[in-house]
């Protein structure tokens, strides 16, 4: 998009606001995330996880404090089953990670992709703020792009699919995801109309789902379990100041409702959302409904 191009901006916040508020999630490609650095991402992770166990071991915690951590199913011991799934997690903001919190094989490619991706959803929070009739700013202002970390996950090769799933129906836990999905395998499903839709991996592309009031739709979402071949994908939450206590509140934008459009949630902190999040794990229901009003 040039700058100074008023029109197709306009025509790129329509299609936006469009997706959220009709699917939940969009695809973007010219993002200007380099296809090269993305391919790059991904085959580190997979180079990470391919390593023999005692080269991954040094990173195992299951301390969701951490700056970083490699482990096996975050909710290991709240949800009602296991995912099949390993995940490094590395916080990325407010504070960078110290060179020695992330594995070496990953930690240069790594840090060029955060780059490009905090450009990214920055630009997003800009889009999409404007998209709902507010100050370009406004969601960076309130700290939604204050702090975000990347996930990569891993779903090795599975010998009964049928009997588990790479990562159980959820929705996220964050203010905004951009996902990087493997080139090869299509094992990505949304929830649409009560069907579950594939998401088949496009070139170069990315996707991203966001929460609101209802308004724009925070999708459920799974992954299968694969028979064949593993599985890799990097997800960039925004959560704001996350784990972090902190007294600032979130609910419905004020300035986005009447009486026709009340709230439907009460307020509350990210850390008050969040540990509710983590504490029930991915059980199939939303953590929504703790704070429906």
Known sequence: ????????????????ISSCENYGFFQIVNHGV???????????VRMFHEQPAEDRAAFYRRNLAANSSYHSNFDLFQAPSANWRDTFYCKIAPTPPKPEE???????TLMQYSDHVEKLGLELFELVSEGLGLNQNYLKDIDCAKGWALLCHYYPECP???????????????????????????????????????????QGALIVNLIS???LKSVEHRVLANLENPRVSVACFFHGTHLEPSTRKYGPIKELL????????????IYEYTTHYHAKGLDGKSALTLFQL
């Open 1 to 16: 998009m040039k700058k100074g191009d008023a029109q197709q901006r306009k025509m790129i916040i329509d299609q936006v």
């Open 213 to 215: 009031n209802d308004r």
């Open 258 to 269: 009447s009486e026709t459009d009340r709230p439907k949630y009460r307020e509350t902190t």
């Open 102 to 108: 992330i594995p070496a094989i990953l930690r240069d």
């Open 160 to 202: 009964q699919p049928e009997l588990t799933i790479g990562t159980a129906k959820h929705a996220d836990s964050d203010f905004l995801t951009i996902l990087l999905q493997d080139n090869h395998i299509s094992a990505l499903q949304v929830l649409h109309k009560n069907q579950w839709v594939d998401v088949p991996p496009v």
């Open 34 to 44: 380099p296809e090269r650095l993305m391919d790059e991402m991904l085959e580190k």
